[in-house]
């Protein structure tokens, strides 16, 4: 908001795992005008509930939510590429597993290339580089530092 100047209208894109970052953003984008596109491996969906409460809401303000296993796809036409942690507290023994099953899912300036020509990046900290490489990290298109800095005043 503070980057856009509003949110209504602008389509955020998450590319990662289905976790409890995701469902935030799920229950949340619709009611602020936002549309939602989701990729995400095979058996790392968000919560089915979760899901079906976004589909409504979705439907309910009128925004889009597209829901698919392929980066590109979601990157499409999106001002926000979102992405977190693969690898969460408690899943340390799945790393290998998880590493192979988000294979092409790294945000990089590839991604980045179907995406708006406004697009900035997001990630809630700490970033592995599997999840999203140097150059988008560090470009003047991310916004994580001030994503941090605004979180710090809500501890």
Known sequence: QEHYGG???L??????????VLHSIMTSAAKLGMHLH?????GFEPDQGITKITEQYSEEYG???????DPLEAADS???LVTDTWISMGQEEEKKERLKA?????????TAKSAASNWT???CLPRKPEEVDDEVFYSPQSLVFQEAENRKWTI
């Open 38 to 42: 989701i990729a995400t491996p095979k």
């Open 121 to 123: 990046f997001l990630h």
């Open 11 to 20: 389509t955020i894109t998450w590319i990662g795992d289905g976790n409890n």
């Open 63 to 69: 925004t889009k939510l597209l829901m698919t296993t």
């Open 102 to 110: 988000f294979q092409g899912y790294q945000i990089t300036m590839q």
């Open 7 to 9: 949110l209504n209208g």
């Open 78 to 80: 999106a001002n926000v």
